[in-house]
T-cell receptor
Framework: GNSVTQMEGPVTLSEEAFLTINCTYT??????LFWYVQYPGEGLQLLLK?????DKGSNKGFEATYRKETTSFHLEKGSVQVSDSAVYFC???????????FGTGTSLTVIP | KAGVTQTPRYLIKTRGQQVTLSCSPI?????VSWYQQTPGQGLQFLFE???????NKGNFPGRFSGRQFSNSRSEMNVSTLELGDSALYLC?????????????FGNGTRLTVT
């Protein structure tokens, strides 16, 4: 079956530090992969996506590369800001199902 | 383009009551999904509707039901509320609800059952 595994949080970083949030997946077929971000009191917002192997999704300084050989989609940012404090969710969707599969979320706090 | 709108934002109900939550998707989106979010369980998939038909259902009891109207708006109903139903309920719309078509979420309805 399909599943997503995310690194456990919470993660606390100083401003301008490098961020990595690990995500690995199990899927049948060829899934599309997504990162979502949730700010307090809000729903999830799409951060970036990649739809095939070796694709790199990027947005607002965040990047993630679809690695089929390691079944991974790790989220990275070179220099985090206080405003990046939020919960980050990795997700997959395959082309045959009608359901998205989400990781458990990783809480990030960036301190000045 | 307006985003996904969920109403109401907050609800307080007592055990045994029923509740109806509403979701208006992004214009042109035919797929609407519902999720329950709690601190302990994370995001749990409830069901997905596409063109008024339920295409997929998560592992929730029959007290949780939904429907979709011809204009793609969706409602979710929970009957005989239990304390454990307290959660943030998120609605998401999508063009296709699968594959590379991403979900677009509303801000949720916070349900508190006392």
């Amino acid at each position: 079956g399909n599943s997503v595994t995310q690194m456990e949080g919470p993660v606390t970083l100083s401003e301008e530090a490098f961020l990595t949030i690990n995500c690995t997946y199990t899927a049948t077929g060829y899934p599309s992969l997504f990162w979502y971000v949730q700010y307090p009191g809000e729903g999830l917002q799409l951060l970036l996506k990649a739809t095939k192997a070796d694709d790199k999704g990027s947005n607002k300084g965040f990047e993630a590369t679809y690695r089929k050989e390691t079944t991974s989609f790790h989220l990275e940012k070179g220099s985090v800001q206080v405003s990046d404090s939020a919960v980050y969710f990795c997700a997959l969707s395959d082309s045959t199902g009608n359901q998205f599969y989400f990781g458990t979320g990783t809480s990030l706090t960036v301190i000045p | 383009k307006a985003g996904v709108t969920q109403t109401p934002r907050y609800l307080i109900k007592t055990r045994g009551q029923q509740v109806t939550l509403s979701c208006s998707p992004i214009s042109g989106h035919r797929s609407v999904s519902w999720y329950q979010q709690t601190p302990g369980q994370g995001l749990q998939f409830l069901f997905e509707y596409f063109s008024e038909t339920q295409r997929n259902k998560g592992n929730f009891p029959g007290r949780f039901s939904g429907r979709q109207f011809s204009n793609s708006r969706s409602e979710m109903n929970v009957s005989t509320l239990e304390l454990g139903d307290s959660a943030l309920y998120l609605c998401a719309s999508s063009l296709a609800g699968r594959g590379s078509s991403p979900l677009h979420f509303g801000n949720g309805t916070r349900l508190t059952v006392t």
